[in-house]
């Protein structure tokens, strides 16, 4: 096992087909494909062509001069039923199941390499069991979907761990805590609500942020890091007010064509990147966009075979070091049911490379909250 040093700064079976397709109708171009929108209407949005935004140069030259190395983070959706039952599909909680042996797997990992995540967890998922709605522990506002013919909370089992294991997780959260090093747990909301969802209201996102700050407080931990759910933004000031310092935004884009043109540039990046991204601060929050879902059933994964697949990974983590940028790779526990095995190996792959350049002093692992402290650190100073 790793020892970790005390003073280090380091801090769904395919069934999510069912997630899968929801989530990539509502995908447009972008890197790699990625860039999730809110899903509720299950619309396809039509790819439009994207324009890189406008970075300016002292921004990139003082994050460079900040961490002096490439930046790993690596944040990971925690959110079991609450991630799916909401989305109009009938609802199979099996394979969720698996996500306990993902999670033990994950942590193995870190352990081993001596790294460090942001789990980004339904607050939900911090009880061991619920009376529904009329339970203190939930909000008593919740948003109303046009899209949903039920209330939030109506698919809420009111159960326990025992009858309901994917509905709550407070053994997650202890085994989260139990690894020898020290990982963030972050937010993923309450109960998964849908934040840029025009149905959501600053009212509703506030008492599910702060249903979801109590459940934290409670099992001892203080939220710093918000991941939205389907990665849908809105109600900045409320993650603010609430003391978070950083959430994970959007992969800032970087095709710049739509048509061929734009999938010969993404296969381009795909076997050379070129893109650089860097966390920013809005407000007094730092935006640490998602650069990498890692997905072993993606179709690249799937293409390229694991061998393949993990150094189309790893060339990512190089780039970033050799261009001192981010590479924020994000995924879904459940995203790594869906071949344990596949997920496993890359892994491995790309925390060895991450330790070895770790030691070296190219790179250094980050977590969300950590990052966002050093950031907003400098800025004070
Ligand atoms: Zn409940």
Redesign the pocket.
């Known amino acids: 096992m790793y020892t970790y040093p005390s003073d280090s700064e380091c801090a769904h079976a395919r069934f999510a087909g069912l997630i899968r397709t929801s989530v990539r109708r509502a995908r447009i171009v972008g890197f790699d494909g990625i860039g999730d929108q809110p899903t509720a209407a299950g619309r396809r949005l039509k790819p439009r062509p994207v324009v890189r935004p406008f970075r300016p140069l002292s921004v990139a030259v003082s994050l460079m001069v900040m961490f002096g190395s490439g930046q790993f983070v690596i944040s990971i959706d925690l959110e079991m039923s609450w991630g799916a039952v909401h989305h109009g599909h009938p609802h199979d909680n099996a394979p969720y199941r698996r996500e306990r042996e993902v999670v033990e797997d994950v942590l193995g990992l870190m352990a081993a390499y001596g790294m460090s995540a942001t789990w980004a967890t339904v607050g ?1 998922l911090f ?1 061991s069991e ?4 009329s ?1 203190d ?2 909000p008593d506002i919740t948003p109303s979907y046009p899209w949903l013919a039920e209330e939030w ?1 109506d698919l ?4 326990n761990l025992d009858s309901a294991p994917t ?2 997780g407070a053994d997650l959260v202890d085994m989260i805590k139990a690894c020898p090093v020290p990982q963030e747990i972050g937010s993923h909301s309450f ?1 998964h609500i849908i934040a840029g969802d025009p149905a959501c209201s600053r009212e509703a996102f506030a008492a599910d942020i702060a249903a979801a700050v109590a459940v934290a407080a409670e099992a001892g931990v203080e939220l710093r890091s918000f991941v939205y759910p389907r990665n849908s933004i809105g109600h900045l000031g409320v993650l603010e007010e609430a003391e978070f310092l950083a959430y994970r935004g959007a992969t800032p884009p970087s095709i710049r064509r739509s048509g061929l043109l734009g999938r010969i540039e993404a296969a381009t990046q795909m076997i050379r990147p070129t893109a650089t991204f860097r966390a920013e601060q809005h407000g007094s929050l730092v935006n640490i966009p998602h650069t990498y879902l890692f997905d072993p059933g993606s179709k690249n994964a799937r293409r390229l075979g694991t061998a393949g697949w993990s150094r189309l990974v790893q060339r990512r983590l190089r780039h970033a070091i050799r261009t001192q940028s981010l590479f924020h790779l994000w995924f879904h526990s459940h995203n790594l049911a869906v071949d344990v095995d596949r997920a496993h190996t890359a892994m491995e792959d790309l925390f060895q490379l991450a330790r070895t350049e770790i030691d070296r002093g190219r790179l250094v692992n980050l977590t969300m909250g950590d990052m966002a402290r050093r950031m907003l650190a400098e800025r004070v100073a």
């Open positions: 939900h009880l619920c009376q529904g709605l339970d522990a939930h909370y809420d089992p009111g159960s509905w709550y109960a």
